[in-house]
Every structure is written in structure tokens, then in C-alpha cells.
């Protein structure tokens, strides 16, 4: 079978998302979730080897054969991101039956495994895909989806919150949709290699402009680029707090690779970067989002808000690795892909095990929280000290090759920024710390047990890899170098 | 309404037709324009008129919320399930070359099974959204 794992990749989550609302007795559709979301895994991981030794895979569906039929592509780059997010899904997947099961009530926890799974598929379907109107399609899947994710927090604030994320996130597929139909009528193909090898031979029209123009637009709007991210923190803050962990550690992954593939492998360097200014566009927009986003974290009193404004500026590091156009600032956007995933889904996870207890995520609730959860207060910190990117964690790694990207290219200024904006990390992480550890337990506070293992475990394997990667980076910093090459290669 | 006795006879009437364009549409779908998605929206804008018509509750005893929802997961099951047959048997996702004997058949049957899962699902899905909204009741909190 494998031959066909491409396409069990996506099939599997597709399957186990109507299987998940057949089974609708207690929570028992956790266990078609955790069927589906470990599979994935062992897929992506046997995918990742295959395509490390073999190259890229060309999987045919239906057997037409490409660029008429839809052809699911997957080189190192693509390999790396299914890994990513079918690793985190699994990860959540276990974490998921005792938080959502709090928050939800029993009778809806069926609901929200079946878009959990359909949001799986189609994050995966984007990142497999080598059809371009495929990857819109799988990434209004998960969109669709991950609205309705939100839209299931408790808060009443979360239905404006997906409303919000509603207008905007369809704003941003119509305008990939309208780019993806100009470069259909300039070229007359849908498929990613065929139409990368006809734009490069043909001159740049202002079809071809504008094509380019509606798709960077519309991937940023999705990505949450500064100053197109107004709809993220209210998602993130109103969102349950595992579909917070779930999203913030892949959706705006996958929608950098989005970027990474259009930039890189469709549109080639020359025209992204040379003939059109995008580097110097995107250089700006993430050193403001580093900065700006860091900023307000700083000031902000829900937890989870305050993280999610520190994805934002964890997205803008992402952005200015891919405005470097070299080979170590890819690297360094595509490792941090990797490592933001690690540490801000254990961050959010820390944060679901804090409300589970007090059901709160608010900092004047966090009294004392060293002591009164000692294991999910140590996993918030370890993440924080690696979003600051402190050595001997993955922030760490990510930070250094960002740095050697921007020496690369003469931008000292930009590594001089990326270390500045650290420090504001630094001002927002401590701030928790101080209110956890040195504020003593209030005295009315009730006695309470620290998180279900089930839930501790899923967090300090992430947290735990976040250290881990950030010692052994023989994985990402060798898969992220091979797939920079391949995707400036290309070009 | 529920006094309107032209609207209701002239619903009762026209219900059948509407079925029976549905049914000609999801199946022609294969040989002309058509298939599920449009049969599908036919088939739920059917049961929407009846529940203008004849009331919510009514529609509800028709199809019940449980089989609504039973429908919406069977089609993507169908459709998906087609696919993964495709597997087993030897072919590519989505194949239908090797669905039966030869492949003239093969697509034949795959395409019509396809469709059928599409047309299940799209009913099931519209019908559902609409008594969500119709049975919501705005509450004070409301806007």
C-alpha cells in the first residue's frame, strides 16, 4: 500500500470526520478521532522517509494523469509540514477528551471531533495538494471548519469572534480564488509544476501582476501577516482552549506554506523578488509585527490573548526568514514553522489545563499557580523561555538561523531587530512568572490538584520536544536546509 | 398559512414532480448537465416548501432530525468509501476503471455512486441548515 499513502493521508481524517458523527454514543467518537489522528502520523512520518530517499512522490487521483487530473505532490517541503501537522494532531488528539468534554458537555463532544477531523483533512489536503484550485478548495475545508471550532467555545464572545474570522477568512480565499483564476486564464492550467514551467516562460503581464498581488494578499489575510491579523487574537482567545493549541500550532503553518509555494515554487525568486518588491514588503510588515504584536502581548490580561499577539509576532520571524530569499533565512522560517508549532501548542495546552482547574485563563487568577499546578505552570514557562528563544531550546535554533539569513545578506539591521524584539518576549513571559511563582496562593483560593495526566502528558510532549529539537536538530535543521535548497533551487 | 388551501393543495400536487425532477437530475447528471449537488439542492428546496407549507413539525415527522443527520455523514462515507474500494481492488484513489468488469462499467458505477453520495449529503445538509434556523428562537439576549 505504499504507493497509495498520499492519498490515505488525506482520505484517513475525511473518512473519520462523518464516521465521528455516526458515533455519537458518550465520547466514543474520541476514539475514531484517535484512530485517525495517529494514523495520520504514522503516514506522514513513512511519507517523510520515502520522500528523503526517493525524492518527490507523484500520487495521480483517479488516475488521470496530471496537469488535467489532480495530482498530489509531495517533495521535502511538503513532507515536513504534513509531518508537522499531523504530529501536533495527534499529539491534541489524547489532551482533547478531558478538556472537551469539560467545555462542551457530553452530548456535544461528537460535534466537535467531526469538525476537528475535517479540519485535519484539510490542512493536510493543502499541504499534499499539487493542483492549485485543489489547495483552495482543502483550505476552505479547514477554514470552514475551524470557523465552526471557534464558533463552539464557551464564551459567548466566540460566536462574534468566528463571525469576525467568517468575514475575513473568506475575503482572503476570494481574493486567493480570483489570483488563482488569473493565472488560470493567462496560462490554462491548474497544476503547480505545469503552471510554474509556463510562467517561466512567459513575459510578466499585468494578468500575471495581478495575479500575484491577489494571492500574496489573500495567503497573508489567512497567515495572519501584520497588519491583516486583526482576526486572529479574538479567535484565539474565545476558541476552545484545545482548538486554540490546534490552530495556533498549524493553520497559520500551513498557511505560511501556502506562501512558501507560491512564492518559491509557482512564481519563481526572480519574479517574487526581483521584478516585484516583495522582499523589502515583507522585511517591513514583519519587523512591525515583531515589534507591534510583542508590544501589545505585553499589555494584555487574558493568557490566551496575550499568546496568540505573540503569534503574531512569531509569524512576522517566519516572514522576515522567507524575505531573506537565501537559503539559511528559508531554513530558518521553515524550522521556526516547525519549532512556533512545538511551543506555542504546548503553551496553549498549558493554558487548557490552567482553565480546566479554575476555568480561567486570566492573569489576576495566575496567584501563586507555580505552586498551586507546579507541572502545567513549569511546561508555560519552558515554552515562554523558548518563544524568547533562549539557547538549548528551538527558539534558540530558529533565532540563530535568522540571524545568520539577515548576515547573509548584508541586513545586520535585521538580526540586530530580531534581538531587540526578543527582549519584549522576554517582558510578556516574565510578567507570568512573576504573578505564578513570586505572588503568594490567595488565601480564599480553593485546593486544587494539578491537570489530569492525560492532559499533562500531550503538554510536556510538546513542551519536551521544544527542548529536545532545540539540542538534536539533526531532523529539522537537515529536512528545513534540504527543502530551502529545493524550494530556491527551483526557482 | 396553515388555513391556505390553494398554496396547500397546489404543494401536495407539485411535491412528486419536484421529487421526480430531483431523481432525474441526480441520474442524468452522468450523460448531461446535473449531478448530485444540483439534484441535491432540488430535493431539499422539496422539503423546504413542505415545511412552508404544512408547518415545521409536520416536515420534522417527515424526516426526522436523526435520519438528517444519519444523511449527512452517509454520503460523505459513500463517496469516500467509493474511493477507498478503488484501493482494495487495485486502482488508484477514485479509479473507477476497476469498479467492475470493464472499465466503461467501472465509471459508470463509480460516478453514479459518487454522485448519489454527493446528492445524500447536499439534501441532508440544506434541510438541516434550514430547520436550524427556522426552529431558532431568538431569546431576549438576542440582538
Same mark, same amino acid.
Given at each position: 500500500?505504499?504507493?497509495?499513502? %498520499?492519498?490515505?493521508?488525506?482520505?484517513?481524517?475525511?473518512?473519520?470526520?462523518?464516521?465521528?458523527?455516526?458515533?455519537?454514543?458518550?465520547?466514543?467518537?474520541?476514539?475514531? %478521532?484517535?484512530?485517525?489522528?495517529? &494514523?495520520?502520523?504514522?503516514?506522514?512520518?513513512?511519507?517523510?522517509?520515502?520522500?528523503?530517499?526517493?525524492?518527490?512522490?507523484?500520487?495521480?487521483?483517479?488516475?488521470?494523469?496530471?496537469?488535467?487530473?489532480?495530482?498530489?505532490?509531495?517533495?521535502?517541503?511538503?513532507?515536513?509540514?504534513?509531518?508537522?501537522?499531523?504530529?501536533?494532531? /495527534?499529539?491534541?488528539?489524547?489532551?482533547?477528551?478531558?478538556?472537551?468534554?469539560?467545555?462542551?458537555?457530553?452530548?456535544?463532544?461528537?460535534?466537535?471531533?467531526?469538525?476537528?477531523?475535517?479540519?485535519?483533512?484539510?490542512?493536510?489536503?493543502?499541504?499534499?495538494?499539487?493542483?492549485?484550485?485543489?489547495?483552495?478548495?482543502?483550505?476552505?475545508?479547514?477554514?470552514?471548519?475551524?470557523?465552526?471550532?471557534?464558533?463552539?467555545?464557551?464564551?459567548?464572545?466566540?460566536?462574534?469572534?468566528?463571525?469576525?474570522?467568517?468575514?475575513?477568512?473568506?475575503?482572503? &480565499?476570494?481574493?486567493?480564488?480570483?489570483?488563482?483564476?488569473?493565472?488560470? $486564464?493567462?496560462?490554462?492550467?491548474?497544476?503547480?509544476?505545469?503552471?510554474?514551467?509556463?510562467?517561466?516562460?512567459?513575459?510578466?503581464?499585468?494578468?500575471?501582476?495581478? $495575479?500575484?498581488?491577489?494571492?500574496?494578499?489573500?495567503?497573508?489575510?489567512?497567515? &495572519?501577516?501584520?497588519?491583516?491579523?486583526?482576526?486572529?487574537?479574538?479567535?484565539?482567545?474565545?476558541?476552545?482552549?484545545?482548538?486554540?493549541?490546534?490552530?495556533?500550532?498549524?493553520?497559520?503553518?500551513?498557511?505560511?506554506?501556502?506562501?512558501?509555494?507560491?512564492?518559491?515554487?509557482?512564481?519563481?525568486?526572480?519574479?517574487?523578488?526581483?521584478?516585484?518588491?516583495?522582499?523589502?514588503?515583507?522585511?517591513?510588515?514583519?519587523?512591525?509585527?515583531?515589534?507591534?504584536?510583542?508590544?501589545?502581548?505585553?499589555?494584555?490580561?487574558?493568557?490566551?490573548?496575550?499568546?496568540?499577539?505573540?503569534?503574531?509576532?512569531?509569524?512576522?520571524?517566519?516572514?522576515?526568514?522567507?524575505?531573506?530569499?537565501?537559503?539559511?533565512?528559508?531554513?530558518?522560517?521553515?524550522?521556526?514553522?516547525?519549532?512556533? /508549532?512545538?511551543?506555542?501548542?504546548?503553551?496553549?495546552? /498549558?493554558?487548557?489545563?490552567?482553565?480546566?482547574?479554575?476555568?480561567?485563563?486570566?492573569?489576576?487568577?495566575?496567584?501563586?499557580?507555580?505552586?498551586?499546578?507546579?507541572?502545567?505552570?513549569?511546561?508555560?514557562?519552558?515554552?515562554?523561555?523558548?518563544?524568547?528563544?533562549?539557547?538549548?531550546?528551538?527558539?534558540?535554533?530558529?533565532?540563530?538561523?535568522?540571524?545568520?539569513?539577515?548576515?547573509?545578506?548584508?541586513?545586520?539591521?535585521?538580526?540586530?531587530?530580531?534581538?531587540?524584539?526578543?527582549?519584549?518576549?522576554?517582558?510578556?513571559?516574565?510578567?507570568?512568572?512573576?504573578?505564578?511563582?513570586?505572588? +503568594?496562593?490567595?488565601?480564599? &483560593?480553593?485546593?486544587?490538584?494539578? $491537570?489530569? +495526566? /492525560?492532559?499533562?502528558?500531550?503538554?510536556?510532549?510538546?513542551?519536551?520536544?521544544?527542548?529536545?529539537?532545540?539540542?538534536?536538530?539533526?531532523?529539522?535543521?537537515?529536512?528545513?536546509?534540504?527543502?530551502?535548497?529545493?524550494?530556491?533551487?527551483?526557482? | 398559512?396553515?388555513?391556505?388551501?390553494?398554496?396547500?393543495?397546489?404543494?401536495?400536487?407539485?411535491?412528486?414532480?419536484?421529487?421526480?425532477?430531483?431523481?432525474?437530475?441526480?441520474?442524468?447528471?452522468?450523460?448531461?448537465?446535473?449531478?448530485?449537488?444540483?439534484?441535491?439542492?432540488?430535493?431539499?428546496?422539496?422539503?423546504?416548501?413542505?415545511?412552508?407549507?404544512?408547518?415545521?413539525?409536520?416536515?420534522?415527522?417527515?424526516?426526522?432530525?436523526?435520519?438528517?443527520?444519519?444523511?449527512?455523514?452517509?454520503?460523505?462515507?459513500?463517496?469516500?468509501?467509493?474511493?477507498?474500494?478503488?484501493?482494495?481492488?487495485?486502482?488508484?484513489?477514485?479509479?473507477?476503471?476497476?469498479?467492475?468488469?470493464?472499465?466503461?462499467?467501472?465509471?459508470?458505477?463509480?460516478?453514479?455512486?459518487?454522485?448519489?453520495?454527493?446528492?445524500?449529503?447536499?439534501?441532508?445538509?440544506?434541510?438541516?441548515?434550514?430547520?436550524?434556523?427556522?426552529?431558532?428562537?431568538?431569546?431576549?439576549?438576542?440582538?
Amino acid at each position: 500500500m505504499t504507493e497509495h499513502l %498520499a492519498a490515505l493521508q488525506v482520505v484517513i481524517p475525511l473518512l473519520c470526520a462523518p464516521l465521528c458523527m455516526l458515533v455519537r454514543y458518550r465520547d466514543w467518537s474520541w476514539i475514531v %478521532a484517535l484512530f485517525g489522528s495517529w &494514523a495520520c502520523l504514522i503516514i506522514s512520518w513513512l511519507l517523510l522517509q520515502l520522500v528523503m530517499v526517493d525524492g518527490i512522490i507523484s500520487y495521480h487521483m483517479g488516475n488521470w494523469a496530471p496537469p488535467l487530473g489532480i495530482e498530489y505532490r509531495i517533495d521535502k517541503v511538503s513532507a515536513f509540514v504534513l509531518l508537522i501537522v499531523s504530529a501536533i494532531g /495527534a499529539v491534541i488528539t489524547p489532551y482533547a477528551r478531558e478538556s472537551v468534554r469539560a467545555e462542551f458537555g457530553v452530548n456535544r463532544v461528537y460535534l466537535f471531533y467531526t469538525a476537528y477531523m475535517l479540519c485535519l483533512c484539510g490542512l493536510l489536503g493543502v499541504t499534499i495538494t499539487g493542483d492549485a484550485f485543489n489547495l483552495f478548495v482543502f483550505l476552505e475545508i479547514s477554514s470552514l471548519s475551524s470557523y465552526v471550532l471557534i464558533a463552539l467555545g464557551k464564551d459567548r464572545r466566540a460566536l462574534t469572534a468566528a463571525y469576525q474570522y467568517l468575514v475575513l477568512g473568506t475575503i482572503g &480565499a476570494t481574493f486567493i480564488v480570483i489570483g488563482i483564476g488569473l493565472l488560470y $486564464a493567462e496560462t490554462g492550467t491548474l497544476n503547480m509544476a505545469d503552471l510554474a514551467k509556463r510562467l517561466a516562460d512567459q513575459p510578466l503581464s499585468r494578468t500575471i501582476g495581478a $495575479a500575484f498581488g491577489f494571492l500574496v494578499v489573500g495567503i497573508s489575510l489567512k497567515l &495572519a501577516l501584520f497588519p491583516l491579523h486583526l482576526w486572529l487574537p479574538n479567535a484565539y482567545t474565545y476558541a476552545p482552549s484545545v482548538v486554540s493549541a490546534f490552530l495556533a500550532a498549524t493553520a497559520t503553518k500551513v498557511a505560511v506554506y501556502v506562501l512558501l509555494r507560491f512564492l518559491f515554487s509557482i512564481f519563481n525568486v526572480k519574479l517574487s523578488f526581483g521584478v516585484m518588491p516583495l522582499d523589502s514588503i515583507l522585511l517591513v510588515l514583519a519587523v512591525i509585527a515583531m515589534f507591534a504584536a510583542s508590544a501589545v502581548a505585553i499589555f494584555q490580561t487574558n493568557l490566551k490573548r496575550m499568546l496568540a499577539y505573540s503569534s503574531v509576532a512569531q509569524i512576522g520571524y517566519m516572514i522576515l526568514g522567507i524575505s531573506f530569499a537565501n537559503v539559511n533565512g528559508l531554513a530558518a522560517g521553515i524550522i521556526h514553522l516547525f519549532n512556533h /508549532a512545538l511551543m506555542k501548542g504546548g503553551m496553549f495546552l /498549558a493554558l487548557g489545563c490552567i482553565f480546566y482547574r479554575i476555568a480561567s485563563v486570566n492573569i489576576n487568577d495566575m496567584a501563586g499557580m507555580g505552586r498551586r499546578m507546579p507541572w502545567t505552570m513549569g511546561a508555560f514557562v519552558v515554552g515562554g523561555l523558548g518563544l524568547i528563544g533562549v539557547p538549548l531550546t528551538v527558539g534558540f535554533i530558529s533565532k540563530w538561523y535568522l540571524v545568520l539569513g539577515a548576515l547573509e545578506r548584508d541586513w545586520w539591521f535585521a538580526a540586530a531587530l530580531v534581538l531587540l524584539s526578543s527582549l519584549l518576549a522576554v517582558v510578556y513571559i516574565w510578567r507570568v512568572v512573576e504573578v505564578a511563582y513570586l505572588k +503568594p496562593v490567595p488565601e480564599d &483560593a480553593p485546593e486544587i490538584e494539578d $491537570a489530569p +495526566p /492525560a492532559m499533562l502528558i500531550p503538554t510536556w510532549i510538546l513542551i519536551g520536544a521544544s527542548v529536545y529539537y532545540g539540542i538534536n536538530t539533526d531532523l529539522t535543521v537537515g529536512v528545513a536546509k534540504q527543502a530551502a535548497q529545493q524550494l530556491l533551487g527551483a526557482g | 398559512m396553515h388555513s391556505n388551501l390553494v398554496l396547500r393543495v397546489v404543494a401536495k400536487l407539485l411535491m412528486p414532480f419536484i421529487m421526480l425532477f430531483g431523481l432525474y437530475v441526480q441520474f442524468h447528471g452522468d450523460f448531461g448537465p446535473g449531478g448530485g449537488f444540483q439534484a441535491g439542492v432540488i430535493f431539499a428546496a422539496g422539503f423546504i416548501l413542505y415545511a412552508l407549507i404544512f408547518g415545521l413539525q409536520s416536515a420534522g415527522k417527515v424526516l426526522p432530525r436523526g435520519i438528517l443527520r444519519f444523511g449527512i455523514a452517509l454520503g460523505v462515507l459513500l463517496f469516500a468509501g467509493v474511493g477507498v474500494y478503488n484501493l482494495l481492488v487495485g486502482g488508484q484513489y477514485l479509479d473507477y476503471n476497476v469498479m467492475a468488469q470493464d472499465p466503461v462499467h467501472g465509471q459508470h458505477l463509480g460516478i453514479l455512486l459518487v454522485e448519489l453520495g454527493v446528492g445524500i449529503t447536499v439534501t441532508s445538509v440544506m434541510v438541516m441548515v434550514f430547520f436550524t434556523f427556522a426552529r431558532h428562537r431568538p431569546t431576549k439576549g438576542d440582538d
